[in-house]
Structure formats: C-alpha cells, structure tokens
C-alpha cells in the first residue's frame, strides 16, 4: 500500500516557465511534508518542507503547497531553469517514537527542463 | 556546519560475500541516523533507523544488519548478499525531533 503517490513519472518543461510537481497521500497522521530534488548517482538534497498546519510555504523560486481536504501537496518552481532538471521525490513524516521521525518517500517524478 | 560521508561510492560485489557500508557524520551530535535503499526505477525504502549508540530498529525483514558503535557512525551490513541486494544505498541523518533529514552521497552496489 502506497501512502505516498506521485502519479507522474515524468514532466517536461520549458525554461521560463512554471513547473508543476503533484503528490497525494493517504495518512492522515503524517504531520510534515518535504520536497528533495536528486541528481542520477547523488544523494537527495532537501529542498523545502511544509507543516501540516499550513497550507503555503515559499522559499525563492519554490513554494509547496498543501491541501489537507484532498491530501495533495504541490510543488511549483517559478521560473524554471535547466540546473532544475532532476527527480524530485515528495515525502511525508510521521513520529515513530523515541525522539524519531519516519519518512515515506513516493517513487518521484523526473523533471526535464527544456532550455 | 554538518556533512556526512559514505563509503565506499561504488562497489561490485559476488553473490554470497559479505558487505560492509559505513556512515560518518561530523559537525552534529546525537543525530538520528537513517539507510535507505533505492532500487531501479523504486523509490526510497527506509531499513533502519538509529536514535543512539547501540539502538537500531529495522523497517524491513531481509538479510542486512545495521550497527551503531560510536555516535556518528552508522554501518550497514550482511553475511552473504543476495542478487536482490544490488541497489543504490543511501545514509540520512536529522536533529532530534526534528522531520528534515539531510542525505550522504549515496553507496552503488552491484550483487553479481
């Protein structure tokens, strides 16, 4: 049971443009939501997190957001550029004990941006 | 600042030999300390967690293990590796009680 979808592999975009990344879940316990972009043979590198009390959260040319009623977070990236290019993975946290939290990564979706 | 180290980056290993993967971080203290494995196409599969020395829980049954001697050293490990092995293993530390985790650069396995 997956508990953290992104339904698109891939996207395609034009440098300039707006780059939409979705992603739903399914538990509603999870508490925090993170964006990490990855680059082939790396590790992933955290980009911007939400809290789940919130529903928008900026950060320069990226801001996530999160709709609890339909348990869908995005990530939008204005204007996109082609150092953008990478797969983003979407993850949600819950606290498993002991001081410790649990993250539960979808399978990410390769972003292409097309210069 | 905090960096972590993992080691080594690529290794090619023979089905039923033993693996050795270690995890440093430097600059923080009493992290929480993380592997995760991506296999082809997958997405990322936590295996176990640490909280401190000694204390490791694991996610998913298989034959690896997971050690925490010292505070800011994780090692994976197994007796004899298996095909199913091979993948792209990943290190992840985070302040305690805190969501955001920050990943090594990742460890290639190839089980031949």
């Known amino acids: 049971d997956q508990q953290v979808k992104q339904n698109s592999p891939s996207l395609s975009v034009q440098e300039g443009r707006i780059s939409i990344l979705n992603c739903d879940y399914t538990?509603?316990?999870?508490?925090?939501f993170l964006w990490y972009k990855k680059y082939p043979a790396e590790g992933p590198t955290f980009l911007i997190s939400?809290?789940?009390?919130?529903d928008k959260n900026e950060d320069g040319r990226f801001t996530v957001f999160l709709n609890k009623s339909a348990k869908h977070l995005s990530l939008h990236i204005v204007p996109s550029q082609p150092g953008d290019s990478a797969v983003y993975f979407c993850?949600?946290?819950?606290?498993?004990?002991?001081?410790?939290?649990?993250?539960?990564f979808g399978k990410g979706t390769k972003l292409s941006v097309i210069p | 600042s905090q960096t972590i180290h993992q080691w080594p980056a690529t290794l090619v290993q023979p089905v039923g030999s033993p693996l050795s993967l270690e995890c440093t971080v430097e600059?923080?203290?009493?992290?929480?300390l993380y592997w995760y494995r991506q296999a082809a196409g997958r997405g990322l599969q936590l295996l176990f967690y640490?909280?401190?020395?000694?204390?490791i829980s694991s996610e998913v049954p298989q034959n690896l293990s997971a050690s925490r001697p010292q505070d800011r050293q994780f090692i994976l490990s197994s007796k004899k590796l298996l095909l199913s092995d091979s993948g792209f293993y990943l290190c992840?530390?985070?302040?305690?009680?805190?969501?955001?985790?920050?990943f090594g650069p990742g460890t290639r396995l190839l089980v031949l």
């Open positions: 992840a530390w985070s302040k305690w009680q805190v969501e955001t985790q920050y």
């Open positions: 538990n509603s316990m999870f508490d925090y």
């Open positions: 939400i809290s789940s009390i919130k």
């Open positions: 993850a949600a946290s819950a606290v498993s004990g002991a001081g410790s939290y649990q993250l539960t």
């Open positions: 600059g923080t203290s009493n992290p929480n």
């Open positions: 640490s909280v401190g020395i000694g204390q």
